[in-house]
């Protein structure tokens, strides 16, 4: 079969406007309006004036809440403490602290009131404004799925979306290698995609924040230093993971800090695909026939080389598999490192392409081709090398195809494996000694010597 016409040019990659009445809500950022004072009628905003409403309450008043960065709605706790300060003495609530500052003369003392959640009062108050913002996060994340309004297109094509927002995340993560993770762990996103847009508007890496010229400069430098993704230092995007809002005080860095429990052998049993969100999605490697993935290698292997007749124990939300070993083709064609990456080229170029690389037969959709590949049994009925084994296939079909790098250059492992068996060392040629010449005899040796032979 003949390689195909169409010339690699264009840059792929792997899958690894906003509408009036998207069922927006307010981000936890919105919670914006004017409260008064604990103890005076001077009114700040919780969100824009949140440090001078503190540092107020401290200089002022002489008074200092604790561990406030874990209050999930500033606005309602101040509202309900001002209440109860008008009910009873602030001694019933409060701790009293002395302090001396340095320098100060004998006697001089500043007295502060602490509250905090050792008071039980206080530490329920707590508890539920973060129940209560739980609840309103996941009513917002439930809009956002059922919301059949939403309209946005591509940060980084011209393809636009409708409708289920999921699409969109996974169009960016499989097409274009960013990934923000599952959509499900997402709330607030249409003001997400605000920030990466503005972002993006401004020239500037998503991740780094670096501005560059053009966009040319900035697409380039956000493949090569791998990019493409949001750093997960910011805390600027907490707002937007649902994992932030379970439990108070406890975002995703002091969860995933936890150590693992170990667990029984009942849970090992359980379908490894259910822990693929632990995996890290940039060493992702997908499978040269459908959209699963893995970092791990021989679990790609397997999903491949498992023939279909096993599909039926499958359940329906497993993904296909495809009859195809990857090493048995290198054994069989006795490929090397350079061969296999230029085959996989190959082979991702055709199924890109909509073509069985098996007969050359086209096809309009990717499922259609596979389904061919797999009824006619050409999912490893590979063209001549002729085919394949070209130039132009040292370049990757996809920028970020994963599987490139999971192949191993075993060619050094081989001689030593062969080496280990036989149980003693290769010998070059060159060093063995040829007895069968004519140079063995002494009387010619000696004329050649002499320069008597012309």
């Not at 169409?6 to 990659?13: A, D, G, H, Q, R």
């Not at 990466?196 to 380039?220: A, G, H, N, W």
């Not at 495809?322 to 190959?346: A, G, P, S, T």
């Amino acid at each position: 079969m003949q390689s195909s016409d169409k010339p690699i040019l264009e840059s792929l990659n792997l899958f690894y406007h906003e509408s009036e009445t998207s069922g927006r809500d307010s981000s936890p950022t919105q919670n914006s309006g004017d409260v008064a004072c604990l103890f005076c009628q001077e009114q700040f905003d919780t969100v824009e004036q949140r440090e001078d409403l503190l540092r107020h309450l401290a200089v002022v008043h002489k008074f200092v809440i604790g561990d406030v960065n874990l209050i999930t709605d500033l606005k309602k706790y101040l509202t309900y403490w001002r209440q109860r300060f008008l009910e009873e003495d602030l001694t019933n609530f409060c701790s009293l602290i002395s302090t001396k500052a340095k320098n100060a003369n004998k006697g001089s003392e500043d007295q502060y009131y602490l509250l905090c959640d050792v008071l039980a009062e206080d530490k329920t108050l707590r508890e539920f404004l973060q129940k209560k913002k739980l609840e309103k996060v996941l009513a917002q994340q439930q809009r956002e799925r059922e919301d059949e309004n939403f309209c946005r297109t591509c940060l980084f094509c011209r393809e636009q979306f409708t409708g289920n927002r999921a699409d969109m995340f996974d169009h960016m993560t499989h097409d274009h290698g960013f990934s923000v993770g599952l959509p499900d762990n997402l709330v607030y996103t249409d003001e997400f995609l605000d920030i990466l847009q503005e972002k993006l508007d401004k020239l500037q890496c998503l991740y780094c924040e670096r501005t560059f010229k053009d966009k040319t400069v900035l697409k380039e430098h956000m493949r090569k230093k791998q990019h493409k993704k949001i750093n997960p230092k910011n805390r600027k995007y907490d707002k937007f993971y649902i994992i932030n809002y379970l439990e108070m005080g406890r975002s995703w860095e002091v969860i995933q800090a936890e150590p693992d429990e170990e667990v029984g052998t009942e849970t090992e049993t359980e379908d490894e695909e259910s822990w693929e969100d632990w995996e890290e999605a940039g060493s992702q490697a997908v499978c040269l026939f459908c959209d699963f993935s893995s970092c791990v290698p021989h679990k790609l292997n397997a999903h491949m080389q498992v023939s279909r007749s096993h599909q039926t124990l499958m359940n329906k939300n497993q993904q296909e598999l495809h009859d195809f070993d990857l090493k048995e083709v290198k054994l069989r064609l006795n490929l090397n490192f350079y061969q296999q990456i230029k085959l996989i080229n190959f082979m991702r170029r055709q199924i890109y392409l909509g073509t069985c690389f098996g007969c050359g037969e086209k096809f309009d959709e990717r499922r259609a081709l596979v389904e061919h590949m797999h009824t006619q049994q050409h999912v490893d009925k590979l063209p001549e090398s002729s085919a394949w084994d070209q130039p132009q296939y040292f370049f990757p079909t996809y920028e970020n195809d994963n599987l490139l790098c999971q192949l191993e250059d075993d060619d050094n492992d081989v001689e030593d494996d062969t080496e280990g068996a036989s149980g003693r060392s290769q010998v070059i040629a060159e060093d063995l000694p040829y007895l069968n010449t004519i140079l063995a005899h002494e009387s010619v040796r000696k004329e050649i010597l002499s320069g008597d032979i012309t």
